[in-house]
Structures are given as C-alpha cells and as structure tokens.
C-alpha cells in the first residue's frame, strides 16, 4: 500500500500541526528545555521518536500542563501526551490549526478547564486520562499498545470537524475494533465507541442549530 501520509509532512525544526494531519499522536516525554529568550515558544517537550523535532506548547497548551501536571518541567519526564491537530486555531484572524491536547498520562478521571480564548472571552477545555501501562495489557502493533491505538482512534473521532470525515474514520478503525472485540477488551471497545457516539450526537446539535437560524 501507498501511504501519502509520509509525503505531507511540514519541513520544521519541531512538530507542527501539519504533522498531525493524518491522526493523533501518543508521544512520551523525555526531556523538558526551556528557552527564556523565545518569548512565544519558551518551552520544548522533548520525546521518543521525536527525530529532532520536539513539541513546543502554545501558551494555552502551556497552561493546560500547567494545571494538570504541575510546574515542574522534569517532572513530566516518562509521562505521556495525545496531541491533534485543531483545525479552528487562529492566527492573524485566519483559520490555520494547531495543536492541542486531548489526553495525558498520570490522572484518574477527566480534567475540565478554562482556558482564555481572546481578551474578551473564555471557554471549557477537557483532557481525558491515559490509562497507565502496566494496566494496558494489550499486544503491541507498530510499537504501540492496544490502549494506546484506541486512544488515538478515540482522540481522531472525538476532533472530526464533520459527520462524513466522523463515518470514514469510523470505518478505518473497523480493524482495530475488530481486534479489541475479539480480544476482550470491551472496555477499551467501550472507549472508540463512545467518541464516535458522542461526536455524532454534538455534530447533529450543532447541525440543528444552523438550520434554526
């Protein structure tokens, strides 16, 4: 099989929204630098397979890690991050993308946020939980665990902008789905599920709304 998806990938010093535009990515934090000199991108995450190209937080982001994980950059060494590309993130006032966290390592249950979205306003911010690996008795496909491919596939349909690009990646998870029924992992069946459920019932909200206006 081709796979355009290696072909798309921005030239940069560090992972960019583009990067992401295939699916999600579970990365694992290494090494936390800081650069007081960069006043936009004072901090790069560091992490396995990162090819030279660490992760540098937005100041949101920054916040986000900030109030979940504490202050202590080293800290976050060993701990890992699911990251996807936003597309609605404005620069200039256009539409460009960005990215953003929708999962983290080392808590229990879902953390609701506030973030501040311009001067004028601000708006919730949810990131899940990344079940520790000792509990993620999955085999491992192409380096990755069984939780760690349903967290992916979880973060993709819980960001899909529209109820057709929602179907299709359904569909391209029907393996994956396939293998943790048959493996007995309903929990983690449960978990896709319940991201493309929810997703279509806000997409169809949102879609009732427009047609009332």
Known sequence: MTDLGTTIAPKSDQLNADDLLVEPKTIRITKVSADPGSKEQPIAIYYDGDNGKPYKPCKSMRRVLVQVWGRKGDDYVGRRLTLYRDPSVLFGGVAVGGIRISHMS?????????LTASRASRKPFTVDPIEPEQKANGKRREG???????TDAAAALATAKTVERLTELFERAADLRAELEGGGHGRLLD???AAYDDRKRELRAAAER???L
């Open 210 to 212: 427009e047609e009332e």
């Open 191 to 193: 978990k896709v599920q």
């Open 144 to 150: 990755k665990t069984l939780e760690e491919r349903a």
């Open 106 to 114: 080392d808590i229990d249950r879902r953390m609701e946020l506030i």
